[in-house]
């Protein structure tokens, strides 16, 4: 009985550690009636290098359009993205915050973007925060989706969206308000020091291509925001992204490029479409 335990045990063990995704931010999706191969590929928003390696550029060649987590091509996107900056119901910055940590986000925002507080007080406090990530790098910002549609648009190929910036923006309607706006406190009080740490580490995580370790960082981070809301900025996104994404590779091979904190994890998008029957592998 004891020799069957053990036994079991290893078993189990060797499961468990089969459930680790290798390292690689490529992954080939076949298989389950696709007449051709589509691919999967990780992005991180915010770089200080977005060159695309030889691999991907010859995954981009093989598939016949790019689908990104919005259509970045489209020209209204900026209007869209307008439409939902705002917070609901009248909910405004200056009521979230005390006096003295209103007057702290403000100077903390001149100095940074020459802006007042004042200007944002309606606004979801994390659109704020966005507005500072080209200061969170010593580097020009760069961005892998702009590199993947440049090569989309040099072979001529359409690009579409996973989600719409309805969908994307609801996101953090969903997430408090409060939250939002006491990590944008947390932010100033650092003055972008600790968030230029945490950016550091996850760009490092990224270039050794550790899918798993980025999601671990954000499960683990002092941000509320990523640690606190996995389910609303990653699984359910995830869940909601595999019928479009059937759908598209099988009117056409496509390249896919999500955020790469998407692919890892047992509610990640690799292991939802195995889930469904395909074979995905790293391709890298």
Not at 190 to 204: A, G, H, R, V
């Given at each position: 009985m004891k020799k069957l335990f053990i036994s079991l045990l290893t078993l189990l063990t060797g499961l468990s550690f089969s459930q680790e995704l290798e390292?690689?931010?490529?992954?080939?999706?076949?298989?389950?009636?696709?007449?051709?191969?589509?691919?999967?590929?990780?992005?991180?928003?915010?770089?200080?290098?977005?060159?695309?390696?030889?691999?991907?550029?010859?995954?981009?060649?093989?598939?016949?359009?790019?689908?990104?987590?919005?259509?970045?091509?489209?020209?209204?996107?900026?209007?869209?993205?307008?439409?939902?900056?705002?917070?609901?119901?009248?909910?405004?910055?200056?009521?979230?915050?005390?006096?003295?940590?209103?007057?702290?986000?403000?100077?903390?925002?001149?100095?940074?973007?020459?802006?007042?507080?004042?200007?944002?007080?309606?606004?979801?406090?994390?659109?704020?925060?966005?507005?500072?990530?080209?200061?969170?790098?010593?580097?020009?910002?760069?961005?892998?989706?702009?590199?993947?549609?440049?090569?989309?648009?040099?072979q001529k190929e359409e690009i579409f969206g996973l989600e719409t910036v309805e969908d994307q923006m609801k996101v953090f309607d969903a997430i408090s308000y409060q939250v939002q706006a006491d990590e944008l406190v947390k932010m100033a009080k650092s003055d972008l020091q600790k968030d230029?740490?945490?950016?550091?580490?996850?760009?490092?995580?990224?270039?050794?291509?550790?899918?798993?370790?980025?999601?671990?960082?954000?499960?683990?981070s002092d941000n509320k925001i990523t640690s606190d809301n996995q389910d609303v900025l990653l699984n359910n996104r995830n869940k909601n992204w595999i019928p479009v994404m059937i759908k598209t590779m099988k009117a056409k091979p496509t390249f896919f490029g999500v955020g790469a904190g998407h692919l890892a994890g047992e509610e990640g998008v690799i292991k939802l479409l195995r889930k469904e029957g395909f074979t995905v592998e790293a391709a890298n």
């Amino acid at each position: 009985m004891k020799k069957l335990f053990i036994s079991l045990l290893t078993l189990l063990t060797g499961l468990s550690f089969s459930q680790e995704l290798e390292k690689s931010l490529l992954w080939k999706i076949s298989g389950n009636g696709l007449q051709q191969d589509s691919f999967l590929y990780g992005t991180i928003h915010i770089t200080c290098d977005a060159t695309l390696d030889e691999n991907t550029i010859k995954a981009l060649g093989k598939t016949e359009q790019l689908s990104l987590e919005l259509d970045m091509d489209e020209k209204s996107l900026q209007m869209q993205m307008m439409k939902h900056m705002m917070m609901k119901d009248g909910t405004k910055l200056s009521t979230l915050l005390n006096a003295d940590d209103f007057k702290t986000v403000d100077e903390f925002l001149k100095k940074n973007i020459n802006m007042s507080a004042k200007m944002f007080d309606s606004f979801k406090p994390f659109i704020i925060t966005t507005m500072l990530y080209p200061k969170m790098i010593d580097c020009p910002f760069q961005s892998v989706e702009n590199e993947l549609m440049k090569v989309s648009k040099e072979q001529k190929e359409e690009i579409f969206g996973l989600e719409t910036v309805e969908d994307q923006m609801k996101v953090f309607d969903a997430i408090s308000y409060q939250v939002q706006a006491d990590e944008l406190v947390k932010m100033a009080k650092s003055d972008l020091q600790k968030d230029k740490d945490e950016l550091k580490k996850m760009m490092k995580i990224y270039q050794s291509k550790d899918i798993e370790g980025m999601l671990k960082m954000m499960d683990d981070s002092d941000n509320k925001i990523t640690s606190d809301n996995q389910d609303v900025l990653l699984n359910n996104r995830n869940k909601n992204w595999i019928p479009v994404m059937i759908k598209t590779m099988k009117a056409k091979p496509t390249f896919f490029g999500v955020g790469a904190g998407h692919l890892a994890g047992e509610e990640g998008v690799i292991k939802l479409l195995r889930k469904e029957g395909f074979t995905v592998e790293a391709a890298n």
